[in-house]
């Protein structure tokens, strides 16, 4: 019996056989075919989209009673803050939740309204409040804090002591760059001067140095961000509640926990070093 010759590379073509492309090789067919074994990826920001939506309940029952719009606006507003700041979409996506967690039990909505800001720093989102979430704060505790920005043109003079003045004149039209900013603090129903913070652009600009992060807001709303610091000078003044002193020890803080209490915050390295001068 004659042996039969095998041809071991029959899936290859032979030499007077060419290349057809009915004829594909075969370990690159398997390199097409083969399934791969990385998990699927999305986008940082449908994750922090897909965070927001699993929270929601959470975000529901953190809000006080009467929240206008309720979880859904909340909810939005988030979002859009994320999309006008795209350094948020280099934090992880806890983070963002918990700083959004921290306005949303103090009844603040963080974005252009000026109440609180969601802040990038080294990868995680921080909660920075807004000088109007403080003047809030402080209207629900019975007191009416006003914050003005002074500009150079205006006629402005303020004495501290014993008997402290402060006497503000606006000047007409083009007022000029603000240079001052102050905070002014009532009682409520009675009226009464609880006290009043000044603060010059060194002073500020001392302040802003030392919060956490860069945060956008102070190139586009540097005045607002500036009365901020004024009116928590102002606040130092008052008979805190809990809180005002809640919302002032979360400033410029990460939250670990989606669930966790305003105050079970931690600061890292982070020290309020806002003394007043």
Known sequence: MTARSVNHNWNRPTESEPMTDTQPDLNQALAVTKPSNKPATISPKQAIKNSVEVNKREILNALPDGYVGGAERF???????????????????????????QAAQLGL???????????????????????????ALAARAGVTIQAHTVYERDEFDYELGLTPTLHHKPAKGDRGKGEYWY???????????????????????????????????????????????AVREVCRLLPLTVEMASALASDGA???????????????????????E
Not at 123 to 128: I, L, V, W
Not at 263 to 270: K, Q, R, S, T
């Open 75 to 101: 909810a939005r507003t988030v979002l859009t803050c994320v999309a006008r700041d795209p350094n948020l979409l280099k934090c992880s996506p806890t983070s963002i939740i918990g700083a959004a967690m």
């Open 109 to 135: 909505t963080p974005g252009v309204l000026g109440e609180a800001w969601l802040i990038p720093y080294g990868g995680e989102c921080t909660f920075q409040l807004g000088y109007k979430g403080l003047v």
């Open 183 to 229: 905070a002014v603090a009532r009682d409520r129903d009675t009226g009464a001067l609880l006290g009043f913070a000044v603060l010059d652009r060194h002073q500020v600009d001392k302040r802003r140095k030392a919060n956490r992060g860069k945060s956008p807001a102070w190139d586009q709303w540097y005045d607002e961000m500036a009365l901020s610091k």
């Open 254 to 276: 990460v939250r670990t926990e989606i669930d966790a209490q305003p105050d079970e915050i931690i600061a890292d390295d982070y020290i309020d070093v806002e003394v007043v």
